[in-house]
């Protein structure tokens, strides 16, 4: 039985760890060929050697903050596998000097809105014409539920830069919907990735505040989100676009949640 992306190809920003990797992971499984787009070039040889090489994936060292480089990793799917049909820029960053705004410098709200926002806005400048030329593809931009209520723990600019991604999500999927694009932000809650634990590895009271707030009583696993975005990425949400996914636990939708 063929898999749900059979024959597609891929491309995952921040594909190495967390979220990324778990989505690159499923995609392989359900046929598709995948370029993994990330920082940590060692973790990226182990990681296509794990999939099974070149056959199914490559592996592509850029930094989603600089055009040339996003440019570079979106040609390479297309010259090394054919097309690109699956676009999952989910790069992104939290950096503990990421705090209430009074205490944010610019700095540290610049660099969280580049790699979070602004590499999304390339990312997709980057895939959308061998889509449109195709007359198909899908694109996953991750967001947050940060994007659509407050978050219990101030971290300014990541909350905004995630409302800028769902924001520009919902446009450019209105935009491109009658041209065989679909467009849409997944809005994970609280995930058990490198990135959560170690904003929070420091502050188990921050952990706590968070956690309370997640009418499962757990924070998500990354295979989760991965299913999520398998789902938008596959034919299966063939008339869903310009949409919040949201996959959080039901912390969007709570009001009180007993401790």
Known sequence: MAGRIEGKVAVVTGGCSGIGLATVRRFV??????????????????????????????FVEVDVTDKDQVDGLFR???????????????????????????????????????????????????ALPY????????????????????AATSQISYSASKGGVLSMSRELGVQFAREGVRVNALCPGPVNTPLLRELFAKDAERAARRLVHVPM???GEPEEMANAVLFLASDESSFITANTFLVDGGISGAYVTPL
């Open 217 to 219: 009583g757990r924070f």
């Open 29 to 58: 499984e359900e046929g598709a060929k995948v370029v993994i787009g990330d920082l940590n070039a060692a973790r990226g040889a182990e990681v296509v050697a794990e999939l099974g090489g070149p056959d199914v994936a490559t």
């Open 131 to 150: 889509m449109l030329e195709q007359g198909k593809g899908s694109i996953i931009n991750t967001a947050s539920f940060v994007a659509v209520m407050g």
């Open 76 to 126: 390479t799917a297309k010259d090394t596998y054919g097309s690109v049909d699956i676009a999952f820029n989910n790069a992104g960053i939290s950096p503990p000097e990421d705090d209430s705004i009074l205490d944010t410098d610019l700095e540290a709200w610049e660099l969280v809105q580049r790699v979070n926002l602004t590499s999304v806005y390339l990312c997709c400048k980057a």
